[in-house]
């Protein structure tokens, strides 16, 4: 096709704008961080510049955090008797 289509999903990424940032936020990112500036920056740019033959993909640019939910449905689902004991 002549046109391809691509996005960004981005997770939580931006301290907020008083430098108040509550760390219980962070603790749920898997990288344990804010993303820093810069790195949306560059998954947009691949994306603008990525080979015509990559489409219908959507790149999550959330330091983890959509793969940390999604294993834990899975442990949830698989094995719930022991999913108080792991998280």
Not at 19 to 28: D, L, S, V
Not at 39 to 68: K, M, N, R
């Amino acid at each position: 096709p002549k046109v391809t289509v691509n996005g960004l999903a981005l997770g939580t990424i931006l301290p907020p704008a008083d430098g108040n940032a509550n760390p219980e936020i962070t603790k749920n990112i898997p990288m344990k961080r804010w993303a820093v500036e810069g790195e949306i920056e560059q998954a947009l740019l691949f994306l603008l510049t990525c080979p015509t033959y990559i489409t219908g993909e959507i790149i999550h640019v959330d330091g983890g955090s959509i793969w940390f939910s999604f294993s834990f449905l899975l442990i949830r689902h698989f094995y719930p008797y022991i999913t108080d004991q792991i998280y």
